[in-house]
């Protein structure tokens, strides 16, 4: 039920357990509504924890279909930080419960992973940015 503003949920950027993590930010999440998946965990980010709000340029990117931590042919996703030993993330989104929400992925990762309702939970099929 914490999730309900999730549709209207923004990309940002977060540090994160010694990385710059990708993470989703809902106004109207209480206590902060800044989210990050680690560890299949949802964490809420503490008040002196930095993040960033990601804005999008739809005339040069695009949410792309992928699946496996495997990037798409043909496209160059957007790098968005790293974890803590230096691997690459990029933004991704993913459905849970009928509802897109904001996540992270990378080659390492097999998939993405997207915090939702406490947890942090793993999908093969995904979009990039």
């Not at 010694?18 to 206590?31: E, T």
């Not at 792309?64 to 690459?88: F, L, S, T, W």
């Amino acid at each position: 039920m914490a999730d309900l503003y999730v549709a209207q949920s923004f990309i940002g950027l977060a540090s994160f357990e010694g990385g710059l993590v990708p993470c989703k930010i809902v106004p109207g999440l209480m206590p902060r509504p800044v989210r990050v998946g680690w560890n299949s965990t949802e964490h809420t980010l503490e008040t002196n924890q930095p993040f960033f709000i990601i804005l999008l340029d739809a005339a040069t990117m695009e949410w792309v279909p992928a699946r496996d931590g495997v990037m798409p042919d043909g496209r160059k996703p957007i790098q968005a930080g790293y974890e803590h030993n230096g691997e690459p993330l990029y933004h991704a989104v993913a459905m849970i419960n009928g509802v897109k929400v904001p996540g992270k992925v990378g080659e390492h990762l097999g998939g993405a992973f997207v915090p939702f309702e406490g947890h942090e939970h793993f999908r093969k099929h995904y979009q990039v940015l």
